[in-house]
């Protein structure tokens, strides 16, 4: 475990657990990212994914709207758009589903796909009770990417004991469950409660590069570096389901606590297949990670010129149904969309 003034970092094998402590480190960050809002993906069926993450995962619908018009054509970069958002939460953190009603064609994810494909992505969802999580997949019949869940060695003193398990939702979609045991992980995890699935830790993305990556994250969207490791061995191979697996894992977090966001960059095998260059949010590989700044006009203009937009300015919504009033997307170095909003 290390620590500095104001932040707390635990890495272990599988993820990287940051919480916000009571010194002063987040105000002398003058980043553009004040949290994560949310995170999403688009989905080929509604109803299907909103029955899976309730049934399966005890996700709750906070919110359910149609929207289409211009400003969503813009937000996007699609033309036509109808679209079904369901905004899902779980403890604290929000999960948002997208259905493109219009158009109408979707693509699916590449199969096979793995996590050293750049277009990969995945949400970590923390548990109080791995083997309880476990049937509850299994009684689903969930598609597991692991074989089954994985515990840090003892060998692992900081991580010994933590457990992961990854699979995926109906439309290919990448998820982990996370159990830590006591002394370890965020300590909101460890809030009294019944439930077996508690909230989403972070958001983990393949990259190529950690250092232009980091450029990004870091430099443009102000977000802080928390800490860095190697991960290997046994435990890895199998939750990637990836012989050989080698990645080199550098999580970072913005000014609010969780969720965070976590770079995956392969060493070995080296990254995969790069992201789609025609890709739309209309794809199913499509995740947006939704980040709120204090101003998104001096956001639109920091990152203008350096990042590619999906958006081609800054849009004003007439209302408030996505759950803000302006946004605007762009995608970052590999190609992973950043949705950016302002309340």
Known sequence: MAA?????????????????????LFAETSGLVLGVKSIGMTVSDMDRSVAFYSDVLAFKPVSDVEVDGPEYDQLWGVFGVRARVVRMQLGEQQLELIEFLAPPDVRPIPVPSYSNDLWFQHIAIVVRDMEAAWAQLRKHHVRQISPRPQTIPISNQAAAGIKAIKFRDPDGHNLELLWFPEGKGNPIWKRSGSDVFVGIDHTAITVRSTENSTKFYRDLLGLTVAGGTLNMGAEQEHLDSLPGARARVTGLAPKM????IEFLE??????????PVDSHPTDLWHWQTTVVVSDVEAAASTL???????????????????GFTKGFQVRDPDGHAIQIVSP
Do not use: N
Not at 4 to 22: A, E, H, I
Not at 257 to 260: V, Y
Not at 266 to 275: D, I, K, M, N, V
């Open 304 to 322: 203008r010129g350096t990042a590619r937009f999906v958006s081609p300015t800054v849009v004003t919504f007439p209302d408030k149904s996505l």
């Open 266 to 275: 392969y060493e070995l095998p080296t990254a995969g297949r790069p992201f």
């Open 4 to 24: 500095r003034k104001g932040f707390v970092c635990l890495w272990v094998t599988v993820t990287l657990v940051c919480w916000v402590t009571s010194g002063p």
């Open 257 to 260: 606590s969780t969720p965070g």
